[in-house]
């Protein structure tokens, strides 16, 4: 497993000092085997949400496939919507100072919204079936269903799109890199990104052609 570490100092005068963010070094240390493949520090407070640095981290977690690992949750943030927004995005994250809130716990809280869900489409379904006992017509024209399956698939193609563009405007700076160390072919290329962790959009290692692919 790899870790990409990220720390926030609330001031300029801790990071430049190293108040703080030692402690935070070592908790990390204590909770991972090994040494993290990255670190991140960010001067900012608890109260913003804007975090270039967390960003970065959270870019190359996705790229690596590696856990996000922070010393305290407070050192990610105080604001409940921002932390299930990064919950929710499937970044899998670990806190050193809690062990317990971990991708089970996560887990959990996402089975209590799905109850929650199933409960109201359960009461949905209750009341639409009384409404059908009394006489309530349900239901309209089921003549496009073909067009709604087309739809379906249309939107499916432009997720996949989407996504596959997003995940390519994250690595194309570690090609410029490549390509600025002396990287000539597609095969050196590949070879780099494979080096620094860095996977394809399915999660697999790079070779010549999908180099040529991403690239092209």
């Known amino acids: 497993m790899q870790f990409v570490a ?32 990255a670190e991140f520090v960010e001067v900012e407070s608890g109260k913003s ?7 970065e981290a959270l870019a190359l977690s996705k790229l690596t496939g590696a856990v996000l690992v922070v010393a305290k949750l407070d050192r990610l943030s105080r ?17 050193a100072d809690m062990p ?15 109850w929650e869900a199933e409960t109201i489409s359960k009461r949905t379904k209750e009341a639409l079936k009384a409404a059908k006992a009394r006489g309530t017509k349900l239901g309209g024209d089921r003549g496009n269903i ?7 698939r249309a939107e ?8 596959s563009q ?5 690595v194309e700076p570690h090609v410029a890199l490549a390509r600025a160390s002396g990287c000539t072919t597609l095969r050196s290329i590949a070879d780099y ?24």
């Open 49 to 55: 949400n804007t975090r270039p640095k967390l960003l």
């Open 146 to 152: 073909r067009a709604v399956s087309a739809l379906g």
């Open 156 to 163: 499916s193609a432009r997720v996949r799109t989407e996504r």
């Open 193 to 216: 990104l494979n080096e620094r962790h860095i996977k394809t959009a399915r999660g697999g290692r790079w070779h010549a052609a999908s180099v040529g692919r991403l690239v092209g």
């Open 100 to 114: 317990f809130a971990d991708r089970f716990t996560i887990g959990i809280m996402a089975q209590v919204a799905q």
């Open 79 to 95: 604001n409940a919507a921002f932390l299930n927004t990064l919950f929710d995005s499937g970044q899998e994250v670990r806190f």
């Open 6 to 37: 990220y720390y926030r100092v609330s001031t300029r005068k801790q990071g430049d000092s190293g108040l703080g963010l030692e402690a935070q070094r070592e908790a990390v240390s204590r909770s991972i085997e090994g040494d993290p493949i």
């Open 166 to 170: 997003e995940w390519k405007a994250l």
